[in-house]
């Protein structure tokens, strides 16, 4: 079973959080994403999307659904957030999550770039 990339999932997550927020089925909602998103998406997410639904179709919770989809501690949070009842703040706080680690990796990336390439130049 394939993994959702990074931007697969935060994509899912928006989707699932915004479905939930407006009371709307989350596996209907899902159904329809699939049938519409394919020039949006592309072929592979649907893919993994057909995937998803069938286990969605036999799962009863929503964490169980998202197991072999999503990395480990993302699949905390959705347990958890299962549990609490609060569902869709658990799927928002994953996407908070994974832009601060995109915006904390991007600033990285940068503050150690200058100082290698001056170092390599110094080299010269």
Do not use: H, N, W
Request: glycine share 6%; aromatic share 12%; proline share 2%.
């Amino acid at each position: 079973m394939a993994k959702f990339t990074k931007k697969q999932r935060f994509y899912l997550y928006q989707f699932c959080a915004d479905m939930i927020k407006a009371d709307l089925p989350l596996y209907d909602s899902v159904v329809k994403l699939q049938t519409e998103g394919r020039t949006l998406l592309g072929a592979g997410f649907v893919k993994k999307l057909q995937a998803f639904l069938d286990k969605m179709a036999t799962t009863e919770s929503v964490s169980g659904v998202f197991e072999g989809f999503v990395p480990r501690q993302e699949l905390g949070v959705i347990y958890s957030s299962e549990k609490s009842g609060a569902l869709a703040e658990g799927f928002l706080s994953i996407v908070t999550t994974l832009k601060f680690e995109q915006q904390l990796r991007s600033q990285l990336i940068k503050a150690v770039s200058f100082p290698l390439i001056m170092l390599c130049l110094a080299l010269v």
